[in-house]
């Protein structure tokens, strides 16, 4: 069995969350079968595609075999997220159509793959991580802490994310106003640049921020952000399957999350979820509850890539076959 991983790697893509659940998956499945990275040639058992764009759409013209793709993006993701997800979103449906299988990425993800009509057998695997990879590093704590002038006793709040406004900005930022002693963290920056949602408001925004407010950018290495981090603040209205939720599960940070369907789907009862930020008082930061859901974070066991890359084995031969 040979198979090929297809992903558009580079520009944007190379800071998406696709890009790092293909790695994830690939490096594990490099250990058990015969797979490669976007090798030109064709010749393969079956082609597995991560995101749709032009060197993946050729390739999938012209290659022959079975073709699956995973669905890390949906319409619904776009919404909120790029300026103009119309421009986008009517190409799920014809390109999704030409695979022979689409792997969701969760139960809502496949709900709406099926709503939209998209005709080719869906199977849920949720996305996976080497959680002995992402562990906790005293040293790159200190390091980073030091790096950007944050005192070794404050409590940090770190989020990982585009800065759009599906993935909450707006609220990171109004949470940090409301609580000047405690300082927030945002890792991420606009990997579509002026095609992100709110682009030039949201640049604004980020200037005219509270002064415990830190946004680094994009990070080389994301577990020094992990590492130098007390909680993890996941305001997104809507995802797939949370890659950095997944990241921040397995460094035993306590998760503090938007209380929505996908998020109950996958972690059930071990996150702190909200509503409204206005719920999050300064009780919902201390210790004491911070420990209890510190302790709830090995649900990321449900989802180590060791597990995934078994499911993905499987599927790959029921296709062959």
Partial sequence: MKINFIIEDSGAFKYLGCATAAK???????????????????????????????????????????????????????TGNLAFPRAVNWLYVPLYNKFDHIVAVSEKCKKELIDIQCKPE??????????????????????????YGIEKDKT???????????KGIYDFLKLARQHPKFCFLWVGGFPYNLFSKDYTKIKREIEQRSDNTIFPGFIEDITDAY????????????EGHSIVMLEALSMGLPLIA???EEFREAFGDNLLYFKNI????????????????????????????????????????KIID
Avoid: C
């Fill in 278 to 317: 206005k719920e999050l008082n300064e009780k919902k930061f201390d210790e004491k509850t911070l420990d209890t859901y510190r302790k709830k974070s090995d649900v990321v066991m449900n989802y180590t890539i060791e597990k995934m890359a078994q499911d993905h084995t499987k599927l790959y031969e």
């Fill in 227 to 238: 590492s130098a981090a007390d909680v993890f603040f996941m305001p997104s209205y809507a």
């Fill in 122 to 147: 869906i199977s849920t695997i949720y996305n996976g991580i080497d959680t002995e990879k992402n562990v906790q590093n005293d040293i790159k704590r200190k390091s980073f802490r030091k790096k």
């Fill in 258 to 260: 938007r209380d929505v």
């Fill in 24 to 78: 994830n998956l690939f490096n594990e499945l490099s250990k058990k079968i015969d797979v490669s990275w976007n090798d030109k040639s064709f010749d393969y058992d079956l082609a597995h595609f991560h995101t749709f764009g032009p060197r993946s759409m050729l390739y999938a013209k012209r290659f022959h075999g079975k073709k699956v793709i995973t669905a890390h993006s949906t319409p619904n993701l776009n």
């Fill in 156 to 166: 940090v709040v770190l989020t990982v994310a585009q800065r759009t406004p599906r």
